[in-house]
């Protein structure tokens, strides 16, 4: 029988994930630990109104009004998000459907979140986000 160190039973529980985000997988509680200054701070992800890119940076819009400034890109954001709660709208903007209170479509689509901000939907990007709104929202799609 093979005795564990207590170092050797820690290593055997961790997974390797992304080398610069973690990411926590709770049964219908997904968290991120997000490197905030000098320390981590998990958020739900259920907690995430919206992200936008700023060069390598990434904006983090809570539902609590909280703004967080990461040093890390959209992009690993985008790969680490669910794709059916969360959708990328814009270039430097993704989006949590479940914050979406209602969207114009006209010749550039807009929608409206639930913290009351208007966030352009790129013409390249609409169908994407009209398909995933229709399987997330039934009742805002008319």
Do not use: W
């Not at 979406?100 to 169908?127: N, Y």
């Amino acid at each position: 029988m093979k005795t564990m160190t207590s170092e050797s039973f820690i290593e055997s529980l961790s997974m390797p994930f992304h080398k610069t985000v973690e990411k926590n997988s709770l049964p219908n509680n997904q968290k991120l630990l997000i490197p905030f200054f000098d320390r981590k701070r998990t958020v739900s992800v259920d907690e995430i109104v919206r992200l936008e890119g700023s060069g390598n940076y990434t904006n983090f819009y809570l539902k609590d009004g909280t703004k967080m400034l990461v040093s890390r890109t959209l992009k690993e954001y985008e790969t680490l998000l669910d794709g059916q709660a969360f959708v990328r709208v814009h270039k430097s903007c993704i989006v949590n459907l479940s914050f979406v209170r209602k969207f114009f479509v006209k010749k550039e689509g807009e929608l409206e979140l639930a913290d009351g901000q208007q966030v352009k939907i790129s013409r390249r990007r609409a169908q994407v986000f009209i398909d995933r709104i229709r399987d997330h929202s039934p009742s805002l799609v008319n």
